[in-house]
């Protein structure tokens, strides 16, 4: 069965860096596009950043570029995402999410909903 | 970019009840929406998946309708199981969620 394993908890300082992963199992992990999405407490779910497993191509909500970078581990089924800067306002509970598989032609839209999703990381941004 | 307004944000609703959820799309998303149930301190669970499209294991009570900007969740017989927050999500350009929906035992 499909398995995403995220690391755990973090607390970090203001202007600090955090880098989280999500190992995969249970699946061939080039055939499926992967995601990084968060929820801050109380609010509501936002997407960040997807990932091209077969050749690491990347894409990111405009509000996170030039912050946040996602890449991948093809030898371990590994995903990570690191986000810089942080700010009080990033404190949020960060999924890992496995998209449906899409075809070809369809991918640029059918890889963007949300099949499988990790357990979730909580990171703590507090001085 | 796509803004998502689901209403009502709390529903109070009884076992057994029929449930409609509302999902608006600021531009026509075709059928590119999705619907996810999530639970207290847990990752949200797909639901649906092309607007109407059932998900493998999803209980056959949970239905979506809808195409272009207007969408709903229907869940008929509401289960104890099935009080939870709802989000539908717009993937017609990246992704967008609407800002949930809450459904709350009367």
């Known amino acids: 069965q499909v398995q995403l394993l995220q690391s755990g908890a973090e607390v970090k300082k203001p202007g600090a860096s955090v880098k989280l992963s999500c190992k995969t199992s249970?699946?061939?992990?080039?055939?499926?596009?992967m995601h990084w999405l968060r929820q801050a407490p109380g609010q509501g779910l936002e997407w960040m950043a997807i990932?091209?497993?077969?050749?690491?191509?990347?894409a990111y909500a405009q509000k996170f570029q030039g912050r946040v970078t996602m890449t991948r581990d093809t030898s371990t089924g590994t995903v990570y995402m690191e986000v810089a800067s942080l700010r009080s306002g990033d404190t949020a509970m960060y999924y890992c999410?496995?998209?449906?598989?899409?075809?070809?032609?369809?991918?640029?839209?059918?890889?963007?909903?949300?099949?499988?999703w990790g357990q979730g990381t909580l990171v703590t941004v507090s001085s | 970019d796509i803004q998502m307004t689901q209403s009502p944000s709390t529903l109070s609703t009884s076992v057994g009840d029929r449930v409609t959820i509302t999902c608006r799309a600021s531009q026509t998303i075709s059928s590119w929406l999705a619907w996810y149930q999530q639970k207290p301190g847990k990752a949200p669970k797909l639901l649906i998946s092309?607007?109407?499209t059932l998900e493998s294991g999803v209980p056959s009570r949970f239905s979506g309708s809808g195409s272009g900007t207007e969408f709903t969740l229907t869940i008929n017989s509401l289960q104890p199981d099935d009080f939870a927050t709802y989000y539908c999500?717009?993937?017609?350009?990246?992704?967008?969620f609407g800002q949930g929906t809450r459904l709350e035992i009367k």
């Open positions: 990932i091209n497993p077969t050749d690491g191509g990347t």
């Open positions: 249970g699946y061939t992990f080039t055939k499926y596009y």
């Open positions: 999410a496995r998209s449906a598989y899409c075809s070809e032609s369809t991918c640029h839209i059918t890889a963007y909903f949300f099949q499988h």
């Open positions: 092309e607007a109407s």
């Open positions: 999500q717009q993937y017609y350009t990246y992704s967008t």
